[in-house]
């Protein structure tokens, strides 16, 4: 056989190959750079200017920046988006565990996972007003409850003290269920014969949950926890429907204040120099999620 011959075989080989990737690679590779890297790069540029959303951009370098660490509003968006993300992330990732673990011991009908998932199919805004009508101080439903329980009313949406507890409870209530559905899969990948081997050890439910359940989940935990995390930093339509960032201020999550900048004081500029610190925070997020993914696959191999 020739070796040139041979040889441009292979080329040709690889070029199919090659070819044959990017008919399945090329849409999902276009749409990440036209919809994630093109508009971050831009947002990047803009953070370096100063631009009223009508005239032209004006260069300004790193004075955004400089202004964001001096803005009190900022660091106090941010604390209260980081108080927000810390409830939200406790009470979903406890709650999503237990029903997880309930569908998984009790039933095998697919009718009641879809009913456990049908609130993340409501829109967010619809959400959020139906809750805005639930919590209303003087007519709400959960007043109501309260009145007939003996017990005294909440201003759950117009106190400083209950406002973002209130909102990270209507959050947890819209996505539990898609939450509990993903730990859920998470649980039928366990075999089953560790859990039968278990039991001929006699080990107890609680001791099964901790050494056995919960180690063989971290992986599932791991992504699941840092996908509430980043969700949880995008919180914005539920803040705007239901308390437009009040009362004074207490709910002005660091979303919300961008798009203050942006469109009520178009201070594009500036907003862009937020987004850009935001998407920092959420890559050191994301580097935290490879890093417990890989911890996890180390443990368990």
């Keep these: 056989m020739v070796p040139g011959n041979?040889?441009?075989?292979?080329?040709?080989?690889?070029?199919?190959?090659?070819?044959?990737?990017?008919?399945?690679?090329?849409?999902?590779?276009?749409?990440?750079?036209?919809?994630?890297?093109?508009?971050?790069?831009?947002?990047?540029?803009?953070?370096?200017?100063?631009?009223?959303?009508?005239?032209d951009a004006s260069?300004?370098?790193?004075?955004?920046?400089?202004?964001?660490?001096?803005?009190?509003?900022f660091w106090r968006s941010l604390g209260i988006t980081a108080e927000y993300v810390a409830i939200n992330i406790g009470l979903q990732t406890v709650l999503a565990l237990a029903v997880a673990v309930l569908l998984h011991r009790l039933t095998s009908s697919t009718v009641i996972r879809g009913i456990v998932l049908l609130p993340y199919l409501i829109p967010n805004v619809v959400v959020a007003l139906m809750f805005l009508w639930i919590l209303d101080f003087r007519l709400g439903f959960g007043n109501q409850v309260l009145d007939w329980a003996g017990a005294d009313r909440i201003p759950f949406l117009g106190s400083e003290t209950w406002a973002i507890p209130t909102i990270a409870g209507i959050n947890v209530w819209r996505h539990?269920?898609?939450?509990?559905?993903?730990?859920?899969?998470?649980?039928?990948?366990?075999?089953k014969?560790?859990?039968?081997?278990?039991?001929?050890?006699?080990?107890?439910e609680l001791r099964v949950f901790t050494r056995i359940t919960l180690p063989l989940l971290r992986p599932v935990l791991a992504m699941v926890l840092v996908?509430?995390?980043?969700?949880?930093?995008?919180?914005?339509?539920?803040?705007?429907?239901?308390?437009?960032?009040?009362?004074a201020d207490s709910t002005k999550v660091i979303y919300f204040y961008i798009f203050e900048k942006t469109f009520t004081q178009f201070e594009y500029g500036y907003a862009s120099a937020m987004s850009v610190v935001l998407m920092a925070l959420l890559a050191v997020i994301t580097l935290i999620q490879l890093r417990l993914m890989r911890a996890g696959e180390s443990d368990l191999a």
């Design 59 to 73: 260069f300004v370098g790193l004075d955004n920046y400089r202004a964001l660490l001096e803005d009190e509003v």
């Design 227 to 247: 996908m509430t995390v980043i969700g949880s930093f995008q919180i914005f339509d539920t803040v705007a429907v239901t308390t437009e960032g009040g009362p």
């Design 193 to 204: 014969d560790v859990y039968e081997a278990a039991a001929i050890d006699g080990a107890g």
């Design 6 to 55: 041979v040889n441009g075989r292979r080329r040709g080989r690889r070029r199919r190959e090659l070819g044959s990737a990017m008919v399945f690679v090329g849409p999902a590779l276009f749409g990440f750079l036209v919809f994630f890297v093109w508009p971050a790069l831009r947002g990047i540029w803009y953070s370096l200017t100063e631009w009223d959303l009508l005239g």
């Design 176 to 191: 539990l269920g898609y939450t509990a559905l993903l730990v859920f899969a998470g649980l039928q990948t366990i075999p």
